[in-house]
């Protein structure tokens, strides 16, 4: 890509460009930034933008902007536009989680993401089981059902559906805003198993009585046993993705 600086250029009409189109770029720079195939310290432009994907200075402007406000990349005058260095990235922002899981690098990502899950969810499952509402206990006995049936019928996008929702009424119903901002990334986590045919056609049985488990203790309101059957729900993932 050009390095030319980015400053003092006059803005191109994009003439209404489409959302996809922005998305289409956005996606293919993040990969390329997530993947270290753009390192940190690499220089872009926005006209070195524009000409690589053929788009308009206005969406390869938001484009950028994007990847700024997720501390990516920055921008400083007569310099241009800067990839970070890796330790200043959000990387709890579901966008990188999911940029991160399409690299190269995704073994390692999912390794990293499995040890958050294991350090959280059973904390949070109970916190749920303390401060959840009523209507918050039945649902999560009602999805922990549907895992059951949708998982036991081979039916992997409805389960996913229901497996999502699961486990961010978790991080939602625990009481601890900070659990409950971790919802997007354990969505990312979740589908991107899904999409690259890591998750069983059937859910083991085990898995599915783990989950009944969870629900069954944060109904009842036993911290102890909603704790100790997340953990067990984590360890079956770690171990069926080979993670040690």
């Known amino acids: 890509m050009s390095t030319a600086t980015v400053d003092g250029a006059d803005e191109a009409h994009d003439g209404g460009a489409s959302p996809a189109m922005h998305e289409r770029v956005l996606e293919a720079v993040g990969v390329a930034i997530a993947s270290g195939e753009l390192p940190p310290g690499s220089r872009l432009t926005l006209e070195g933008i524009q000409q690589d994907y053929g788009i308009s200075r206005t969406v390869a402007r938001d484009t950028m902007k994007v990847l700024e406000s997720m501390n990516l990349v920055y921008s400083r005058r007569r310099v241009g536009i800067v990839v970070q260095e890796r330790r200043l990235w959000n990387v709890f922002d579901p966008k990188l989680v999911r940029w991160r899981l399409a690299s190269d690098?995704?073994?390692?990502?999912?390794?990293?993401?499995?040890?958050?899950?294991?350090?959280?969810?059973?904390?949070?499952?109970?916190?749920?089981?303390?401060?959840?509402?009523?209507?918050?206990?039945?649902?999560?006995?009602?999805?922990?059902?549907?895992?059951?049936?949708?998982?036991?019928?081979?039916?992997?996008?409805?389960?996913?559906?229901?497996?999502?929702?699961?486990?961010?009424?978790?991080?939602?119903?625990?009481?601890?805003?900070?659990?409950q901002a971790l919802e997007g990334m354990v969505a990312e986590v979740l589908t991107s198993r899904t999409r690259q045919g890591l998750m069983p056609f059937k859910p083991r049985s085990e898995a599915l009585q783990a989950h009944e488990d969870v629900a069954a203790a944060v109904a009842s309101g036993d911290t102890a046993v909603a704790e100790q059957a997340m953990h067990h729900i984590l360890d079956e993932v770690r171990n069926a993705m080979g993670l040690h």
């Open 105 to 179: 690098r995704r073994e390692i990502q999912y390794s990293s993401l499995t040890e958050l899950r294991i350090a959280v969810e059973p904390i949070a499952a109970a916190g749920a089981a303390r401060r959840a509402s009523a209507a918050e206990r039945s649902q999560l006995v009602a999805l922990a059902a549907d895992l059951r049936r949708l998982g036991e019928a081979g039916d992997l996008q409805g389960f996913l559906a229901a497996d999502i929702a699961f486990h961010q009424l978790l991080l939602r119903s625990c009481g601890n805003e900070m659990f």
